[in-house]
């Protein structure tokens, strides 16, 4: 095979496999940024909820995880967790190892380290919030729980939009590390078309120009979002 | 697990920390002076070196390290003409090829970091300068370049902090860092936490430390700002 071929959709292609392996990477990107978004709404509300104890572990939490190497976390994820579930397999009386499935402790591994960077988004978020709005709402009887739905989180989730756009470029980055544990996604599969075909840099740098087709576009995303959250605020700055 | 097992597997990561530490230092120094060339490329107002380093910038920042490690490493010894090329030497290298892959990804986050510095120059204190009769090198030398210096470091403590991190990922070409040592150990003895945690431990203490210092350097530079002592 020679130049652009081992991209094409035919027979010996590895087109069909990068797009799995892309759409892989999104996917797997995405589900971490979700629980993500969960584990840092918690770090942001241990560290804002004035709990000595609640503010300290989240503090430590962030600390842990921004300080450590992300692909020593994804190890310690995905060993971890498999010895973890051998040892409950065997007190059930499963012998041999039972795995932990690439793609969860790839999520878990991923979405644990963007919580820890998302927490602080999402505090810097809160307290932005105008005060005054959230004692206007006690003010008309919202309750604590109705004002945060309808004051707090909107105008939390448009002040993290940028924030979040960061991190979404993290997590799609931290997901090729997930390829230390098999998991067929872009990172990998350049590595096994790397491998099969003796043609390691077309397979890296094919699969590096995916990852910046991928970055770019979702890039695009975040940016019409920030503008559609935003677009209540335009009228303030468009007069020049 | 024996505390003496876990006294012997830290003295084995310790004697692993070498190899972080050359990985880590070199390339922050190298990827600095690339960046400082990239951030003159952005500012000089010629269309062709700005468009040149932005996409540099695109292209480094817009992918994993992971993969531009694996072009460097793997991809370019791929060819004929690298193997038979005077870099050859230093391309078959891990190390070197480890250094450069990490200073060259760095350089691209540092550069956006200097250029928004530079852009935080207050422009009265150049026309100050110029006012005074300062021009070119001089006026680089004394108003800009220590103006930026701090307005820079905050964010660079924190590049400088991932590339901590990132070179970890120095284990996957063969080199015996930190991460690798660790994942050996817990491969000759089956033990899955101990090592991985005690690495860890290292990379963070390893990071407080850089924090402190850059923190120190910080308070060291910015004392006409704080209120004087009466």
């Known amino acids: ?240 | 697990m024996s505390a003496a097992f876990a006294i012997d597997i830290f003295f084995k990561l310790l004697a692993a920390l070498p190899v972080t530490l050359e990985v880590w230092s070199l390339s922050v120094v190298i990827g600095a002076f690339l960046a400082m060339g990239l951030t003159w490329m952005r500012v000089s107002g010629s269309f062709v070196l700005s468009t040149i380093a932005r996409a540099y910038v695109f292209v480094f920042r817009g992918s994993p390290l992971l993969i531009q490690l694996f072009i460097i490493y793997y991809g370019l010894a791929s060819f004929a003409f690298v193997r038979q090329s005077f870099a050859w030497p230093l391309l078959r290298n891990a190390f070197a090829c480890a250094t450069l892959s990490l200073a060259l990804c760095t350089a691209a986050y540092s550069s956006e970091i200097f250029r928004g510095a530079l852009a935080g120059v207050p422009p009265g204190q150049i026309e100050a300068a110029r006012a005074c009769g300062m021009s070119g090198f001089k006026l680089f030398r004394r108003i800009i370049f220590p103006i930026a210096l701090r307005q820079a470091l905050p964010a660079y403590s924190s590049e400088v902090i991932s590339m901590t991190k990132s070179s970890a990922l120095v284990s996957l070409v063969t080199l015996w860092d930190l991460t690798s040592v660790a994942l050996k150990i817990r491969n000759d003895t089956f033990v899955t936490y101990t090592p991985l945690l005690i690495a860890g431990a290292m990379y963070f203490a390893l990071n407080a430390l850089v924090a402190r210092a850059f923190a120190f350097v910080e308070y060291r530079l910015s004392g006409h700002l704080r209120p004087r002592a009466t």
């Open chain 1, 1 to 240: 095979m020679t130049g652009l071929d081992v991209f094409g959709f035919g027979e010996g292609g590895w087109g069909l496999s990068f797009l799995a392996g892309a759409a892989m990477t999104v996917l797997v990107s995405a589900a971490a940024l979700l629980f993500g978004a969960v584990i840092g709404a918690l770090a942001a509300w241990g560290r804002l909820s004035g709990n000595k104890a609640a503010g300290a572990l989240s503090v430590g939490f962030s600390a842990i995880f921004r300080g450590v190497p992300e692909l020593l976390v994804v190890y310690f994820v995905y060993f971890g967790s498999s010895a973890l579930l051998t040892a409950i397999g065997n007190a059930m009386g499963v012998t041999g190892f039972i795995g932990m499935p690439a793609f969860l402790a790839g999520v878990l591994a991923v979405g644990v380290i963007s919580g820890a960077y998302q927490g602080e988004v999402y505090r810097g978020g809160y307290l932005a919030v105008a005060r005054g709005e959230i004692e206007a709402a006690q003010a008309i009887g919202m309750s604590r729980f109705l004002s945060f739905r309808r004051i707090i989180a909107p105008q939390v989730l448009r002040f993290a939009i940028p924030g979040l756009g960061n991190l979404w470029q993290m997590a799609l980055k931290d997901s090729s590390l997930i390829s230390v544990t098999g998991l067929a996604e872009l990172m990998r599969v350049s590595q096994v078309g790397a491998a099969s075909s003796h043609r390691p840099f077309a397979f890296y740098i094919g699969g590096c120009a995916l990852y910046l087709i991928v970055t770019s576009i979702t890039n695009r995303l975040f940016d019409a979002a920030e503008r559609h959250a935003t677009r209540g605020l335009k009228q303030q700055t468009s007069e020049r």
